[in-house]
């Protein structure tokens, strides 16, 4: 990372409990989706409403999933609004969820116009207890650091000189002002409150429904992102929710050692720049006028996509989601954006999405089966070192040392290794 700057602090996370939390709120923390479409040309939109809404079978109730995971179908100012209930994040699970819903869209022709949007939800029901509040201080400004990259990353507009839809309703301008630096997270949510420029829940980053206690903590944690543009790819959203769960996971991390700055004057001025370049109410209809992205600007903003997942990546270790972080890295050298400029429709998309996807999610044959078997149930055992053990596993597997070595980093980074000198074999950890 360039420029690691970090606010010092009294109320940093010793290791034990940065342990602590990143493992509870990757427990607990669950991600909801409000995705916004419009109904096809010459439909009306109550019309549509009531298709979707059958089709869809909407549980009504947080606490029931339902056939697709849907909690209502309301009516939106573009359209109609499906509000899709949080779960723990799993990539193919997700992707299946994702595939049902917008399967049923495409069918009676929904379009993700300007108009419409894509709303992230990360919130914590089964949290029994106040989150410190230096957590939510590092997603706050690793938001801020990284938002130009994130608009242009979460971009799905059709247009060059309209890459993103417009500033109103996801509106980055409150949120550049306000440093936990400076001020307390519940300082910050009163500034929101009070704002008459920006309504407070259509900030860029949304703590409307955040909690305070009286120390200052959070609960209930429900933080809202509204950046995003409105899309029809199941598996660029399935990424995108690991890529704010990641994000969440980092800011504890962060918390051992103070809060991330956003960067030095210069840089920062520049971020700025960035996001009023992408994010304005100077586009035709809903669309925000682009036109000054350039290719150099472009580039510019790959590489702090680039930075910033670098930077998660660790975590999507931690996740276990290597697919997800694939998809990603696709999107910060192709957001959706680019793809429909360049002529792609959305089936086209997600075929190269899921392409990607799936590289990373089913990238084993039968040797890595056989192999994962022979550790799960202790097959090999009673060796006096791990050169022993694996010059035999390679014999077995018909392997050269170094393929076996090369299998065995990926199972590492799945699900962890070592060596077990009782038992004399490798063993899992998870």
């Not at 519940?186 to 009070?194: G, H, N, T």
Request: charged fraction near 25%; hydrophobic fraction near 40%; aromatic fraction near 8%.
């Amino acid at each position: 990372m360039k420029t690691p700057l970090i606010f010092r602090r009294k109320d940093v996370l010793s290791p034990a409990k940065a342990i602590y939390w990143k493992d509870l709120l990757y427990r607990t923390t669950k991600i909801g989706t409000e995705l916004e479409v419009a109904p096809p040309k010459g439909m009306k939109r109550i019309d549509f409403e009531e298709e979707i809404r059958q089709l869809l079978l909407p549980s009504g109730n947080l606490a029931r999933l339902g056939i697709h995971g849907v909690l209502d179908v309301q009516k939106e100012h573009c359209g109609v609004e499906i509000r899709i209930i949080g779960r723990h994040p799993y990539v193919s699970t997700l992707k299946q969820q994702y595939d049902e819903i917008i399967s049923v869209l495409k069918i009676y022709g929904a379009r993700a116009r300007s108009t419409c949007g894509l709303h992230f939800h990360l919130l914590t029901p089964d949290l029994a207890e106040p989150m410190p509040e230096i957590i939510l201080a590092n997603l706050w400004n690793l938001t801020r650091r990284y938002a130009p990259e994130l608009k242009y990353m979460t971009s799905a507009g059709s247009a060059r000189e309209a890459l993103c839809r417009r500033r109103n309703y996801n509106s980055h301008l409150e949120m550049v002002r306000h440093s936990p630096g400076l001020m307390h997270m519940a300082e910050i949510q009163q500034k929101l409150k009070a704002s008459r420029q920006v309504p407070e829940h259509q900030n860029f980053f949304n703590l409307e429904h955040v909690g305070f206690t009286q120390s200052g903590a959070v609960w209930p944690f429900h933080i809202e992102y509204r950046f995003p543009d409105a899309e029809l790819s199941p598996t660029a959203i399935t990424a995108k929710t690991f890529l704010f769960l990641a994000m969440l996971l980092k800011a504890v991390d962060l918390s051992q050692y103070g809060v991330i700055h956003v960067g030095k004057i210069t840089p920062w001025k520049r971020k700025i720049a960035l996001l009023n370049m992408l994010s304005n109410n100077e586009g035709s209809l809903a669309t925000s006028d682009t036109q000054h992205i350039t290719d150099e600007v472009i580039e510019e903003l790959k590489v702090g996509c680039y930075e910033l997942l670098d930077l998660l990546m660790p975590v999507f270790d931690y996740l276990k989601a290597e697919a997800a972080l694939d998809v990603l890295r696709y999107l910060a050298n192709t957001p959706i954006s680019l793809m429909r400029c360049a002529g792609h429709n959305w089936d086209e998309i997600e075929s190269l999405l899921a392409g990607r996807a799936d590289a990373g999610e089913n990238g084993f044959d039968n040797t890595d089966r056989k192999l994962m078997q022979r550790i799960e149930l202790g097959e090999w055992n009673g060796f006096s070192s791990v050169e022993e053990w694996q010059f035999m596993a390679a014999r077995e597997l018909w392997l050269t040392v170094d393929d076996l070595e090369r299998r065995l980093e990926v199972l590492q980074q799945l699900r962890g290794l070592r060596w077990d000198k009782r038992l004399g074999t490798l063993v899992f950890m998870s």
